[in-house]
């Protein structure tokens, strides 16, 4: 195999991990921060945890930032539409865990742009 396919096989995997991920609750990311999901890698865990306890840590690296962004922006693109539509109107509030993953997403992109300036 070429490094080529080896890495987008490794992309494969991290996608299927973060898709379970995506399907666990709050609590079960809360309860045990490393083993809610078998096999997880450990920066996977940490990033996850870290949204969804809305706590992006102030030492945070590029990387990690990179990586969350992923994540985030990779959750929103999963929102059901009757979801996104309730979002637009105004006669609804709704807190979910889309929600985390939006204020999340806002903080991690001021974030990469003080890191760039």
Do not use: T, W
């Amino acid at each position: 195999m070429s490094n080529e396919e080896i890495n987008e096989l490794k992309n494969l995997q991290y996608d299927i991990l973060l898709e379970k991920c995506l399907k666990k609750e709050k609590g079960h990311i809360l309860k045990n921060k490393y083993g809610f999901i078998r096999g997880i890698p450990a920066q996977l865990a940490e990033d996850m945890y870290a949204i969804r306890i809305e706590k992006i840590p102030e030492n945070a690296d590029k990387d990690m930032l990179e990586r969350i962004k992923y994540i985030c922006k990779y959750s929103l693109s999963k929102m059901p539409k009757s979801r996104k539509a309730k979002q637009n109107n105004i006669e609804y509030f709704i807190y979910d865990k889309f929600n985390q993953y939006q204020n999340a997403l806002e903080i991690v992109e001021k974030r990469l742009k003080a890191l760039q300036e």
